[in-house]
């Protein structure tokens, strides 16, 4: 199945990840997260790992490449992301992207994506993520 990227009636915008992230898949998926993102003032970006597969070198340094792009300081609107489910390795990969960038405060993890959702849809912006 096709990885998934969508801006739900809720106002965020969705990334749900199936199966091996190649390099490629990673490349495309980084264009339509966003576009998504500058469809609209959208200020909170979803990424399901729950359902991913392997993930390349160059996939997790297309998705590294992107979070500092969606989250560099000034960059408007100001992106939160949540991540949900996903192995250590790829959080600790994007924790580590996080606090590289200077913006662990707008990037966080949970376990499920009702967690994700719940988070993102009532994060006060001056409480940094746990």
């Given at each position: 199945?096709?990885?998934?990227?969508?801006?739900?009636?809720?106002?965020?915008?969705?990334?749900?990840?199936?199966?091996?992230?190649?390099?490629?898949?990673?490349?495309?998926?980084?264009?339509?997260?966003?576009?998504?993102?500058?469809?609209?003032?959208?200020?909170?970006?979803?990424?399901?790992?729950?359902?991913?597969?392997?993930?390349?070198?160059?996939?997790?340094?297309?998705?590294?490449?992107?979070?500092?792009?969606?989250?560099?300081?000034?960059?408007?609107?100001?992106?939160?992301?949540?991540?949900?489910?996903?192995?250590v390795?790829i959080?600790?990969?994007?924790?580590?992207?996080?606090?590289?960038?200077?913006?662990?405060?707008?990037?966080?993890?949970?376990?499920?994506?009702?967690?994700?959702?719940?988070?993102?849809?009532?994060?006060?912006?001056?409480?940094?993520?746990?």
């Amino acid at each position: 199945m096709d990885n998934e990227t969508f801006v739900g009636d809720d106002g965020i915008v969705y990334h749900i990840a199936h199966g091996d992230q190649t390099d490629e898949v990673a490349r495309q998926n980084a264009l339509a997260m966003t576009a998504a993102v500058r469809s609209g003032p959208f200020g909170m970006l979803l990424v399901d790992l729950s359902d991913a597969g392997d993930v390349s070198r160059g996939a997790r340094n297309s998705y590294k490449d992107f979070q500092i792009q969606m989250t560099a300081p000034g960059t408007e609107p100001p992106l939160h992301i949540c991540f949900a489910g996903g192995g250590v390795f790829i959080r600790t990969v994007a924790k580590f992207v996080s606090v590289a960038a200077g913006r662990k405060d707008v990037v966080t993890f949970r376990p499920t994506r009702e967690d994700a959702k719940d988070w993102l849809l009532s994060h006060d912006p001056s409480v940094p993520p746990r």
